[in-house]
T-cell receptor, first 111, second 117 residues
């Protein structure tokens, strides 16, 4: 299974962009990168996913490097409600699409 | 996005009893459902994968006779913790996806906090 590496914690000032990095150097060519976040004591919330092109939705942008070995999730204008643990996950191929969670990055947005 | 609902949100049970947790996909048909367990300050750990009408596939180290999973319909999966003990106290979370394609996101329930006393 392709593993991901994320910094354990990050701080961000409210209103500024939060850039969360993820390393997935063993990713296979047809495996997608997914990002979820979990606010304390809740189920994970889907944010965005991509294969090789950059993606953007109403929540965030996903930038994937050309070699696909790393990606960055960008929250353009972080708010206090974005404080959560963010998980970068590579979808497991041929196993029903299960998501294996790593340790994630605990993002603290500060006033 | 699609809605996945878990019931109950929390439950307290006595040691030795069994507890059933339900996971429903409210507005889509879930061909595959997943069950996770999360201990405090830790990440989610996948317990098993279930496909409608089939036996669940358990991850290594998860006791299939203790954690019974049933996925009898495209909108309902249940997890039964049998003969629960205090060490089974945890946050249990289900997720569901509509297809096995690689471009389909999985949606998560709100979780069930189980406390065994």
């Amino acid at each position: 299974d392709a593993k991901t590496t994320q910094p354990p914690s990050m701080d961000c000032a409210e209103g500024r962009a939060a850039n969360l990095p993820c390393n997935h150097s063993t990713i296979s060519g047809n495996e997608y990168v997914y990002w979820y976040r979990q606010i304390h004591s809740q189920g994970p919330q889907y944010i965005i996913h991509g294969l090789k092109n950059n993606e953007t939705n109403e929540m965030a942008s996903l930038i994937i490097t050309e070699d696909r070995k790393s990606s960055t999730l960008i929250l353009p204008h972080a708010t206090l409600r974005d404080t959560a643990v963010y998980y970068c996950i590579v979808l497991v191929y041929n196993q029903g699409g299960k998501l294996i969670f790593g340790q994630g990055t605990e993002l603290s947005v500060k006033p | 996005g699609a809605v996945v609902s878990q019931h109950p949100s929390w439950v307290i049970c006595k040691s030795g009893t069994s507890v059933k947790i339900e996971c429903r996909s409210l507005d889509f048909q879930a061909t595959t459902m997943f069950w996770y367990r999360q201990f405090p300050k830790q990440s989610l750990m996948l317990m098993a994968t279930s496909n409608e009408g089939s036996k669940a596939t358990y991850e290594q180290g998860v006791e299939k006779d203790k954690f019974l999973i049933n996925h009898a319909s495209l909108t309902l999966s249940t997890l039964t913790v049998t003969s629960a003990h205090p060490e089974d106290s945890s946050f249990y979370i289900c997720s569901a996806r509509t297809a096995e394609t690689m471009n389909t996101e999985a949606f998560f329930g709100q979780g069930t906090r189980l406390t065994v006393v």
